[in-house]
T-cell receptor, first 114, second 113 residues
């Protein structure tokens, strides 16, 4: 069984401030972890993924995430928020066994305040 | 250009009138999946397919059907739509294993009255 918890369905930050979106996962086997972004009226696109290589993963648009096994976390960060970062962000977990089901979190809407 | 296409993008229909939402991908991906997105619930998987003629239920399959007769196409069928199926639907495809990213279509917003 696997699950994802995203803490905070809405997060507001000022332009130029640190972005921190939290994701905790549960998985009985080594996980694959993903962050996807959804801009208004669009589908989801991949920001970054962890697949058991480096624990610090760099993605597009200046985002990065760190896999911490001891904390079962995969938080998404960006040092300085831009207005264009306003979107909904989804954390997802999968693994190599079975049919490799992907489980998504409920999403976090990021608002960037000018 | 690698892409997943869905049609229609918007659909308003009435209870009980059968409808089909089409999904097509041009990346030769084995794995395809349908999700519905509802506020506060994130994305929930409806059905998935590991390859041609291989489909299985996801987390919320009730009221939906799928078929996979060709590798590129994975239509979602609502035989008798009900208002609780009003939602935003996404098709996605992926190559091979669970460590690969999914490519999502643009979404279909369905309203059932």
């Amino acid at each position: 069984a696997q699950s994802v918890t995203q803490l905070g369905s809405h997060v507001s930050v000022s332009e130029g401030a640190l972005v921190l979106l939290r994701c905790n996962y549960s998985s009985s086997v080594p996980p694959y972890l993903f962050w996807y972004v959804q801009y208004p009226n669009q589908g989801l696109q991949l920001l970054l993924k962890y697949t058991s290589a480096a624990t610090l993963v760099k993605g597009i648009n200046g985002f990065e995430a760190e896999f911490k096994k001891s904390e079962t976390s995969f938080h998404l960060t960006k040092p300085s928020a831009h207005m264009s970062d306003a979107a909904e962000y989804f954390c997802a977990v999968s693994h190599s066994g079975g049919y490799q089901k992907v489980t998504f979190g409920i999403g976090t809407k990021l608002q960037v305040i000018p | 250009e690698a892409q997943v296409t869905q049609n229609p993008r918007y659909l308003i229909t009435v209870t009980g009138k059968k409808l089909t939402v089409t999904c097509s991908q041009n990346m030769n991906h084995e794995y395809m999946s349908w999700y519905r997105q509802d506020p506060g619930l994130g994305l929930r998987q409806i059905y998935y397919s590991m390859n041609v003629e291989v489909t299985d239920k996801g987390d919320v399959p009730e009221g939906y059907k799928v078929s996979r007769k060709e590798k590129r196409n994975f239509p979602l069928i609502l035989e008798s739509p009900s208002p609780n199926q009003t939602s935003l639907y996404f098709c996605a495809s992926r190559a091979g294993t669970g460590g690969n990213e999914q490519y999502f279509g643009p979404g279909t917003r369905l309203t059932v009255t």
